[in-house]
Nanobody
Framework: QVQLVESGGGLVQAGGSLRLSCAASGRTFSSSAMGWFRQAPGKEREFVAVPIWIGGSPYYAASVKGRFTISRDNAKNTVYLQMNSLQPAATAVYYC??????????????????WGQGTQVTVSS
């Protein structure tokens, strides 16, 4: 089992930056696929990014590519999401997700078994 705790959210002005962290408990992190998703009020949860995983490359939603950077540190059991040039459209609750012992990095919410509680990101105009 994996427990995920996100942090780093907050209120930022348009054009600003935030760095989200997702700390995972348990000894299965190094063999778990990880991803970031977000959910804005009244909208469905949407894919944001997945990090390098088993020979693959980071993959980003079109809406964040070039501005967001995802990374993972297996030594620290942590996944990061660096968000630059933030715009009000990025306002949402951001969630990290995990799937234990999985060799690919799903890009849909249904592909993950474990979720954090989320961290609020609010971008003011």
């Amino acid at each position: 089992q994996v427990q995920l705790v996100e942090s780093g959210g907050g209120l930022v002005q348009a054009g600003g930056s935030l760095r989200l962290s997702c700390a995972a408990s348990g000894r299965t992190f190094s063999s778990s696929a990880m991803g970031w998703f977000r959910q804005a009020p009244g909208k469905e949860r949407e894919f944001v990014a997945v990090p390098i995983w088993i020979g693959g490359s980071p993959y980003y939603a079109a809406s964040v590519k070039g501005r967001f950077t995802i990374s993972r540190d297996n030594a620290k059991n942590t996944v990061y999401l660096q968000m630059n040039s933030l715009q009000p459209a990025a306002t949402a609750v951001y969630y990290c997700a995990a799937r234990i012992n999985y060799s690919s990095a799903p890009r849909t919410a249904s592909g993950y078994d474990y979720w954090g509680q989320g961290t609020q990101v609010t971008v003011s105009s």
